[in-house]
């Protein structure tokens, strides 16, 4: 035997050897049916030849349901709490896991280091599911989860192609919506704050933006484009930005309304009143926008009911993992509610 000469083999020798994903060599030890012949043989023969024996407790835990599901949000505690959106997620999330007698656990995930030991939680198989909110292009994890032969679910989407099971909003529609009704407002001169380029929810937003300027009949203009972070401070950057480079906009699409509380502060330092000299549209219409003065026209996204839907996707995937066939992919509508800011 060429296994180590000391110590106990672990899962991760067994992967090495077998040639296959550490997930699915939990598979095959926790006898799920969703293993090729080949990879259940290469997983059993390199057990032999390690002489590896599975930790019985975590057998008997992987037997049987944990009624826990992991919500995995990778964003710091201050952006979670400033936010109303996750706060909105998370109150549907919670409700709809609630009925169903499953416990919620929730988890930041901000570093490498933090989210290499989520991935040791996960393969300790102590929850049934995770949802994720917030997700970047690129994040390895909804492909990490689904390795280890959990359900996943996500709020919004890494790509157009998402292979992973999510729930969204018509974030194309939001900014179309947006710039529709300034248009029609008679603003000309039209600016948008994007949200990050590493989330398809920003690239969405812009697109509809972009979409709104060609049908309104307005030359596109890129000095017209700053991109944010979703915070309050980011909107304020990017206003600043917008301010220096065109200094006679007439309108602002924030694609949020937290940026837009940001781009409202820096309007009023610089003199300008909201709406007679530049009118002002946000998305999510949270709390954030019914407080502002004057009120925010903001595109409603029905937060709390993609929590619940995302819930109820994963929920069903418990309940018949054996179905197949197309991921769920659910994209909810928008809706523009006008108030005082345009």
Same mark, same amino acid.
């Given at each position: 035997?060429? !296994?180590?000469?000391?110590? /106990? *083999?672990?899962? %991760?020798?067994?992967?090495?050897?077998? !040639?296959?994903?550490?997930?699915?060599?939990?598979?095959?030890?926790? #006898?799920?049916? &969703?293993?090729?012949?080949?990879?259940? @043989?290469?997983?059993?023969?390199?057990?032999? %030849?390690?002489?590896?024996?599975?930790?019985?407790?975590?057998?008997?835990?992987? #037997?049987? &349901?944990?009624?826990?599901?992991?919500? =995995?949000?990778? %964003?710091?505690?201050?952006?979670?709490?400033?936010? $109303?959106?996750?706060?909105?997620?998370?109150?549907?999330?919670?409700?709809? +896991?609630?009925?169903?007698?499953?416990?919620?656990?929730?988890?930041? =995930?901000?570093? @490498?280091?933090? /989210?290499?030991?989520?991935?040791?939680?996960?393969?300790?198989?102590?929850?049934?599911?995770?949802?994720?909110?917030?997700?970047?292009?690129?994040?390895?994890?909804?492909?990490?989860?689904?390795?280890?032969?959990?359900?996943?679910?996500?709020?919004?989407?890494?790509?157009?192609?998402?292979?992973?099971?999510?729930?969204?909003?018509?974030?194309? !529609?939001?900014?179309?919506?947006?710039?529709?009704?300034?248009?029609?407002?008679?603003?000309?001169?039209?600016?948008?704050?994007? #949200?990050?380029?590493?989330?398809?929810?920003?690239?969405?937003?812009?697109? !509809?933006?972009?979409?709104?300027?060609?049908?309104?009949?307005?030359? $596109?203009?890129? +000095?017209?484009?700053?991109?944010?972070?979703?915070?309050?401070?980011?909107?304020?950057?990017?206003? /600043?930005?917008?301010?220096?480079?065109?200094?006679?906009?007439?309108?602002?699409?924030?694609?949020?309304?937290?940026?837009?509380?940001?781009?409202?502060?820096?309007?009023?330092?610089?003199?300008?009143?909201?709406?007679?000299?530049?009118? +002002? =549209?946000?998305v999510d219409d949270s709390a954030v926008a019914r407080l502002m003065d004057p009120p925010l026209t903001s595109v409603?996204? *029905?937060?709390?009911?993609?929590? /619940?839907?995302?819930?109820?996707?994963? +929920?069903?995937?418990?309940?018949? $993992?054996s179905a197949t066939g197309e991921r769920p992919r659910q994209v909810l509508p928008t809706e523009?509610?006008?108030?005082?800011?345009?």
């Open positions: 035997m060429n !296994g180590r000469q000391s110590g /106990r *083999p672990t899962l %991760e020798e067994v992967a090495a050897r077998a !040639g296959v994903g550490r997930g699915t060599v939990s598979r095959v030890i926790n #006898g799920s049916p &969703r293993v090729s012949d080949q990879a259940r @043989e290469a997983v059993h023969r390199a057990i032999e %030849e390690l002489g590896y024996v599975p930790n019985q407790a975590a057998r008997a835990l992987a #037997g049987s &349901r944990t009624d826990a599901i992991a919500l =995995v949000i990778p %964003e710091a505690e201050a952006r979670l709490f400033a936010e $109303p959106y996750f706060l909105d997620i998370i109150r549907g999330i919670s409700a709809e +896991l609630g009925e169903a007698d499953k416990q919620l656990l929730l988890t930041l =995930v901000r570093t @490498e280091r933090e /989210r290499r030991r989520f991935e040791q939680y996960l393969a300790a198989q102590r929850v049934d599911g995770v949802l994720l909110a917030s997700v970047h292009a690129g994040d390895p994890l909804p492909d990490l989860v689904r390795e280890l032969g959990l359900p996943v679910v996500l709020n919004g989407r890494r790509t157009a192609d998402e292979s992973a099971a999510y729930v969204d909003s018509d974030n194309a !529609g939001a900014g179309r919506a947006a710039v529709a009704h300034l248009a029609g407002r008679g603003r000309r001169r039209i600016a948008t704050i994007t #949200g990050p380029l590493d989330m398809y929810v920003a690239r969405a937003r812009l697109d !509809g933006y972009r979409e709104g300027v060609a049908v309104a009949g307005l030359a $596109p203009d890129e +000095l017209l484009i700053a991109t944010g972070d979703f915070t309050e401070e980011g909107g304020r950057r990017a206003m /600043r930005e917008l301010i220096e480079r065109v200094p006679d906009l007439d309108a602002v699409f924030a694609a949020s309304d937290v940026m837009a509380a940001g781009a409202r502060g820096v309007l009023r330092e610089s003199g300008r009143r909201v709406p007679e000299d530049v009118a +002002l =549209v946000g409603r996204q *029905p937060i709390e009911e993609m929590g /619940r839907t995302m819930a109820r996707v994963l +929920l069903q995937e418990l309940a018949d $993992p523009l509610v006008v108030r005082a800011s345009s």
